[in-house]
């Protein structure tokens, strides 16, 4: 296959109108943080049982199209021996990799931050993709404040998310670029709006400069919400107002938009995404790369206990279709009590 047909069949694989991205993906810190809000110690043994429990949920792969999974999960087994992203591909869920090496302040743009990790991608992405990884994620980050984002983090951080979307395309890695705009703070929903139409301007403009074929990349954003810190807005005002930024500055080429949750509760993050599927035709498909609005309840379930694995999968299940159910605007409140 050249490498355009392989970037191609990925994006058939996984955008198909009806199902989204499980972000299970969590670095050291993350999952140390997820797992001590139920008191599990995160060592690798309860990183793989966790994960391989998610992986192998029946039926998962009816509502989720690709799993994006943290370099550690890429080389684990299963207790049978099977690799953990053969046991996403067997249900039809297209494994993905976490790319980037985290984050730190931008020199010279105080209060934004900049991702690391390209130097050796490459390399690093020709190994990923003998482990079955199809497509690949990288995370920019933008806290919101009264002088922030700076110009010089709108395009430090532009640069970066287009120069690894260009180097997974030049080898047959689909990239999902993510440029997330922090919840945190107190600020309101018209602010963020201008925030996010801001970060996906000049995104788009440095994706163009680098020559990213925009049908073969997925964007991952923030949806348009108040800060943490005012009480959420109704799904029907988080639509409008994203829908809004994101009309004023995505291509239409871009084949999916697969939402964040960052912070939003799991039920939340649901009710908003049906809103925006209610609201009208995108040219987009608009769905979900939750990492805690889908597993939330996973991990309340288990309790790091292995006889609660089934409890595990048929939380994760119960949110994942939940999702599947929004993406097609059918979501309603009550399904929850169901
Ligand atoms: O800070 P980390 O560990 O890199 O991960 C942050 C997480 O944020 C995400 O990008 C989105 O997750 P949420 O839906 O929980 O906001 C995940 O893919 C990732 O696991």
Redesign the pocket.
């Known amino acids: 296959m050249s490498v355009n047909e392989e970037l191609q069949q990925t994006i058939a694989d996984m955008v198909d109108g009806r199902r989204g991205i499980l972000?299970?993906?969590?670095?050291s810190?993350?999952?140390a943080k997820r797992f001590d809000s139920i008191g599990v110690e995160s060592t690798e043994e309860n990183r793989r049982f966790y994960r391989a429990a998610l992986l192998s949920a029946e039926g998962l792969g009816e509502y989720v199209s690709g799993v994006?999974l943290f370099e550690e999960t890429l080389g684990q087994v299963d207790d049978a021996g099977t690799p953990l992203p053969e046991l996403a591909a067997a249900q039809k869920i297209v494994p993905g990799i976490?790319v980037?090496k985290?984050k730190g302040p931008l020199p010279g743009a105080s209060g934004d931050m900049i991702t690391y990790g390209l130097d050796g991608l490459a390399e690093r992405l020709a190994g990923y993709k003998e482990q079955g990884a199809r497509f690949a994620?990288w995370?920019e980050v933008y806290p919101i404040s009264p002088d922030n984002p700076t110009r010089l983090g709108l395009t430090a951080n532009a640069e970066m998310l287009a120069r690894y979307a260009a180097v997974c395309q030049s080898h047959g890695v689909v990239p999902i670029v993510?440029p997330?705009v922090l919840m945190d703070g107190d600020h309101s929903i018209e602010r963020s709006a201008e925030v996010n139409e801001q970060v996906w301007h000049e995104v788009f403009h440095a994706l163009h400069r680098h020559g990213v074929v925009l049908e073969q990349m997925l964007l991952?954003p923030s949806m348009v919400t108040p800060g943490k810190d005012r009480d959420p807005a109704p799904p029907e005002q988080v639509a409008e107002y994203t829908m809004r930024s994101l009309r004023r500055a995505v291509p239409a080429a871009v084949p999916s938009i697969n939402f964040?949750?960052?912070?939003q509760g799991p039920e939340e993050a649901t009710a908003n995404l049906n809103a925006l599927n209610q609201l009208w035709q995108a040219p987009w498909q608009l769905s979900f790369?939750?990492?805690?609005?889908l597993q939330e309840p996973a991990l309340k379930a288990w309790q790091g206990k292995s006889e609660n694995r089934p409890a595990l999968q048929q939380a994760l299940l119960k949110r994942a279709r939940l999702n599947h159910l929004a993406m097609l605007g059918d979501y309603k409140e009550s399904m929850e009590r169901e």
């Open positions: 972000a299970a993906d969590e670095s810190g993350t999952i994006i976490k980037d985290g994620k995370r993510e997330e991952k964040l949750s960052g912070g790369s939750y990492g805690r609005a």
